[in-house]
Structure formats: C-alpha cells, structure tokens
C-alpha cells in the first residue's frame, strides 16, 4: 500500500475560503420558466424574521429549518402545491436579502399583459417578506419561436420573438439585446414599475441551450438589476449633502479670508469656529462615508455584470446596458463629486487648522517671551536687594561679633590681662569683617554648586 500524500495541518480559513468560490451556485433552468425575484433591504429585520418567513413558505412545512440552515447566508428550498411544484433561492447579503422563485411557466399572459395564474397563498407570502422593497421583476424565459442568425453581427430579431414580447410586456417602446459572445439569446425590457409593483422582463432563449446557461442568465439579470438600485443610494444622499457642503465651503472661506486680512485677530474666537466646522465635517464622513464607498464598490459589480452579460444591439431597440449607464454614468459621477468635495473639504480644515494653530502658538511662544524678559527683570532686581540686604547682614553680624569680643576682653581685663578692650577691640573689627565676609561667600559658593 503506497503512502497517503497529505498537506501540512490547514489554516483557520482555508476551509471557508475556498466554500466561498462554490457558495451561490447558479440553477438549473427548465423552459418555460418564470422567476419572482424580490430584493429587500433587512436593516430593520433579524435573522430570526427571515427564518420565521422561511418556515411559513406554502408547501414547505415538511422540511425542517432552523438557524444554524441560514449560517451559509444561502438556502434552497423545494416548494410543492397543487399544480405547482417549484424551488425558492434565499440568499442574505450585507445590506439586503433576495428570494428568487423558480416556477414553471403557468398559463402565458393575455395579449393585453395580465398577470400568469399563482396560487393565493404563493402571492400572500411574497407580500408579506420582511423587508423594504428594493427590487422586484418577473422574468419570463421562453424558447425561441424561431432559431437565431447565428453570428451576432446580424442585429435583427425574429418578428415572432418581438410579438412575444409585446405581449408579455406591452405595446410601449421596448429595450432590447443580445446575450452573449454568440448572441445565444434576447433580453426584452420596459424597465418600468407595473401596478404591482415589478419590473417585467422577457429572456428568450434556445431551447436545446443546456439548463445552467439558462441559470446564469437567470442569476445575472436580476443582479444586474439589484446592484444598479444599490449603487443609486447614494445619489440622493448626494444631492442633500450638496447645499450643506456648499455653506461649509463659503465658511472655511470667510474663515481663511479673515486670516488672511486680519492676523492679528481674535484668535481664539477664529479657532472655536474652525473646531465647530470640522465637527460638522467629521460628522456628515462618519454618517456617509460607507454608503458613498458602498456606491462604488456596486458600480464596479454592474459594470462587471454588464460584461458578463455580453450585449449587443438589435435593430431599433436600445440596450438594457446602454439604458441604465445613460443616467447610472452621470449619477455615479455625481456621488464621486460629493465625496471628493466631502473629502477635500475635510484635509482644507485640517490646514486651516494648523495654520491657525500656528499663529496661536506663535502668539503663545512671544507672551511667554515676554513673560520670561519680566521674571529676568525681576529676579535681577531681586538679586540686587539681596546684594544690598547682605552687606547690612554682614555689618550686623560683624557688630554682634564685636560686641560680644568686647564683652569677651573686658573679662580678660578683669582677670588682670594686662590689654585695653577699647583698643584690642578697633584691632579686631577689620579681622570680624573680612571673616564674616569670607564665611558667606563659601556658603553662596557651597549653594551655587552643590556636592554631587
């Protein structure tokens, strides 16, 4: 038996990391189908919400759930009713969750659009998701009524694939694409809300195409879709902070104009309003600043989905992508703009800043300049009045000194020393004075340098 080849012991993430490029798998598709997808935002709603939401889904009761299903952020679930037996997708992000069901085709719609026959109960479920809604379509995929050119550079489309989806959408203009490097497929929209509340859209597809091409397609296109709303949420956070943004911008230059006009101004008054100014900066980056580099991350996925989705024109219609970048494009710049501005804003007030602190500190550093050129004055004035106190101290403990030698040499005297005290005393005076002298110049000596 040959040794068993093995890695090292793995590390902490490698098993997560690699499920993730298996997480999300796209589904197989049967023709006809038809696909209700609802994206909510669940910023208000637990996971518990959800999974109460999953339990009740109709003809799943039989298939046990619980929190630890929902740990994968993912779930299929196989749903089974009279008439009816189909498959829901959940899947929960950071910001929103999405349901996808896969049905098959029920009855087609009426030439005049009406809406396929769902069971009561199927219908109440979807409008009761927790959530607020963010995207919601119904894709129709259907076979082609008749077969494709086979090259992409022919740009026409059947008229019976055109009729179908007039029918399914409406007599209204339309938008239109091939899906593809082949052009294997059409994609027809309106983009526009119905009563209801969906977007409608129309995949039309070759029939012997294999099922997981057809779930790509069926997981793109609602993608696409999602990340667009997304990534337009932050325009009109845009739009409110643009006013605000425009009176700070006029403050900091009132602010800078006054510094430079009047240097010597109320400092201190110029500095509480730069403080309060950079707080009102600080505040609307802490409030924004993730949805502005959310936006940006999502508008990188819808380019990314746009390319993966291949289109390429058709006769007369104007594409899916082409529709969506006309105002998605300007939008996007339009957020871009308020971040930089929000962001160039806040490094002005941080060199307003120091400039300001600069001229504080200035002004500080000569106050205390000044204030050192007072404590030199004083202390030299000092110095002189202790100069002048200890030549008094030296003439009064030099008399004190004397007066106790003359009390000294008169008891000498009386002893019978033969001396004079009056004399002997105006020989000692000089001595007292030069020795009085001599001992505190060694103790300003000893204080001036103290032993180590």
């Not at 993912?74 to 049905?103: A, I, K, N, Q």
């Not at 996925?301 to 594409?319: F, K, M, N, P, W």
């Not at 030199?376 to 106190?389: F, I």
Request: hydrophobic share 45%; net charge neutral; proline share 7%.
């Amino acid at each position: 038996m040959s040794p068993a080849l093995r890695p090292p012991p793995d590390a902490a993430e490698r098993r997560a990391l690699h499920a993730e490029l298996h997480a999300r798998p796209a589904p197989r598709i049967r023709l006809p189908a038809l696909l209700i997808y609802v994206a909510v935002r669940h910023e208000r709603h637990r996971l518990e919400d959800e999974l109460a939401h999953l339990l009740a889904l109709p003809g799943s009761a039989a298939q046990a759930l619980s929190l630890a299903d929902l740990g994968a952020q993912f779930l299929r679930r196989r749903l089974v009713l009279p008439d009816l037996v189909g498959h829901l997708r959940w899947e929960r992000h950071s910001e929103y969750t999405r349901y996808t069901l896969t049905l098959p085709l029920p009855a087609p719609g009426e030439p005049d659009g009406a809406e396929p026959a769902l069971p009561q109960a199927l219908c109440d479920w979807v409008a009761a998701i927790p959530g607020q809604t963010l995207v919601a379509l119904q894709l129709v995929m259907q076979a082609l009524p008749a077969p494709l050119e086979a090259s992409p550079e022919q740009p026409g489309a059947p008229a019976a694939a055109q009729a179908l989806a007039q029918r399914w959408l409406g007599p209204g203009p339309l938008m239109g694409s091939r899906l593809g490097s082949s052009g294997h497929s059409l994609i027809y929209s309106d983009l526009c809300l119905r009563e209801n509340g969906f977007e409608r859209l129309l995949l039309l597809s070759d029939a012997s195409h294999h099922e997981l091409r057809q779930g790509r397609a069926a997981q793109r296109l609602p993608e696409f879709q999602t990340y667009r709303s997304l990534a337009l949420l932050g325009l009109p956070v845009a739009k409110q902070l643009g006013p605000e943004l425009s009176a700070c911008e006029r403050e900091l230059a009132q602010l800078t104009e006054a510094l430079q006009r009047d240097p010597q101004g109320e400092q201190q008054q110029q500095l509480d309003t730069l403080i309060a100014l950079a707080a009102r900066v600080e505040h609307m980056t802490a409030q924004h600043g993730y949805r502005f580099a959310a936006t940006q991350a999502y508008y990188g996925i819808v380019q990314q989905r746009l390319e993966e989705l291949g289109e390429s024109s058709l006769q007369g219609a104007q594409t899916l992508g082409g529709f969506t970048l006309r105002r998605l494009v300007p939008a996007m710049a339009t957020v871009q703009s308020t971040a930089a501005r929000l962001e160039s804003l806040s490094q002005r007030i941080e060199r307003c800043s120091a400039l300001l602190r600069t001229r504080v500190e200035i002004a500080a550093e000569a106050q205390q300049q000044r204030l050192l050129s007072q404590l030199t004055r004083g202390q030299t004035l000092q110095l002189n009045l202790q100069t002048t106190v200890e030549g008094l101290s030296i003439a009064a403990i030099s008399y004190y000194v004397v007066s106790l030698l003359v009390y000294g040499l008169k008891a000498l005297k009386t002893v019978g020393l033969p001396l004079n005290p009056e004399i002997a005393t105006g020989a000692l005076i000089p001595v007292v004075l030069w020795a009085v002298w001599r001992g505190t110049r060694r103790i300003h000596a000893r204080f001036a340098h103290p032993p180590e």
